[in-house]
């Protein structure tokens, strides 16, 4: 139980290549997902009503019934949902996502997990073909972000990179690396004419150590007062933008 608890660390979670993932909806989408599962923590109301819990039991997944007490040391949740599964992480090298077609999607850095993980959530939706997570900002499998995607963390290709990695990778795969930006050129006027990554900047401190690798930024006009978008609304849209019209559409 010990052991479980502490993959809410992100050193655990980076030493031992695991991580841990709460409720029924995220069991239900690694199942659907074909992620593996390494074992179940399950309170016995909560296997009792979570038929999936049972039938992963019955065809090998090692499944433990816990006390209410002790699913709530392991979950990081105010109010536990009683079931908590472990699973390895899973990271792809930048070559193979840069492989695949669609943009790929580039946190450069980003530190807020609700960012990150609506970003992942967005990534599913468009197509993208990965998600590559700046070193020094949230990881992946953190489990706030992985809530937070609603599941795409289990389909998406996933990779850490530091800038002059990216930037390298990046020019061998012919990609040209697109930063957003406040003082960007519109994002209207970009053509979408050769494969792209978009490199969405930190929350305050915006593309850093990452601009210096971008061929070009682009900003999204806004109409009214505010200052400037979130980091995932920011994403999201430049996202749909380049699915929509990029090469081959």
Same mark, same amino acid.
């Given at each position: 139980?010990?052991?479980?608890?502490?993959?809410?660390?992100?050193?655990?979670?980076?030493?031992?290549?695991?991580?841990?993932?709460?409720?029924?909806?995220?069991?239900?989408?690694?199942?659907?997902?074909?992620?593996?599962?390494?074992?179940?923590?399950?309170?016995?109301?909560?296997?009792?009503?979570?038929?999936?819990?049972?039938?992963?039991?019955?065809?090998?997944?090692?499944?433990?019934?816990?006390?209410?007490?002790?699913?709530?040391?392991?979950?990081?949740?105010?109010?536990?949902?009683?079931?908590?599964?472990?699973?390895?992480?899973?990271?792809?090298?930048?070559?193979?996502?840069?492989?695949?077609?669609?943009?790929?999607?580039?946190?450069?850095?980003?530190?807020?997990?609700?960012?990150?993980?609506?970003?992942?959530?967005?990534?599913?939706?468009?197509?993208?073909?990965?998600?590559?997570?700046?070193?020094?900002?949230?990881?992946?499998?953190?489990?706030?972000?992985?809530?937070?995607?609603?599941?795409?963390?289990?389909? =998406?290709?996933?990779?850490? &990179?530091? /800038? @002059?990695?990216?930037?390298? +990778? $990046? !020019? %061998?795969?012919?990609?040209? #690396?697109?930063?957003?930006?406040?003082?960007?050129?519109?994002?209207?006027?970009?053509?979408?004419?050769?494969?792209?990554?978009?490199?969405?900047?930190?929350?305050?401190?915006?593309?850093?150590?990452?601009?210096?690798?971008?061929?070009?930024? =682009?900003?999204?006009?806004? &109409?009214? /007062? @505010?200052?400037?978008?979130? +980091? $995932? !609304? %920011?994403?999201?849209?430049? #996202?749909?933008?380049?699915?929509?019209?990029?090469?081959?559409?």
């Amino acid at each position: 139980m010990k052991s479980v608890a502490a993959l809410q660390s992100g050193k655990e979670r980076r030493e031992r290549k695991r991580f841990a993932f709460e409720g029924p909806t995220l069991l239900e989408e690694a199942h659907a997902s074909a992620f593996p599962i390494e074992e179940i923590y399950v309170t016995q109301a909560a296997y009792d009503q979570t038929p999936l819990v049972r039938e992963l039991e019955r065809t090998g997944t090692p499944t433990f019934l816990v006390e209410p007490a002790s699913a709530a040391q392991i979950s990081d949740l105010a109010t536990p949902t009683g079931i908590v599964a472990v699973a390895p992480v899973r990271f792809s090298s930048l070559e193979e996502i840069f492989s695949h077609g669609g943009p790929a999607v580039v946190l450069a850095d980003v530190g807020d997990p609700a960012n990150a993980g609506s970003l992942l959530r967005s990534a599913d939706a468009f197509g993208a073909a990965g998600v590559i997570c700046g070193s020094l900002g949230v990881e992946p499998f953190h489990p706030k972000v992985v809530r937070g995607s609603m599941g795409a963390v289990f389909r =998406l290709r996933l990779a850490i &990179a530091e /800038p @002059a990695a990216l930037a390298e +990778a $990046a !020019v %061998a795969a012919g990609v040209r #690396l697109l930063g957003l930006a406040a003082k960007g050129e519109p994002l209207e006027g970009e053509r979408w004419e050769h494969p792209a990554a978009l490199v969405v900047g930190h929350e305050r401190h915006g593309l850093g150590r990452w601009e210096a690798s971008c061929a070009r930024l =682009l900003g999204i006009p806004m &109409a009214g /007062p @505010a200052e400037s978008l979130s +980091a $995932a !609304v %920011a994403g999201s849209i430049a #996202l749909y933008e380049a699915t929509r019209r990029g090469p081959g559409r």
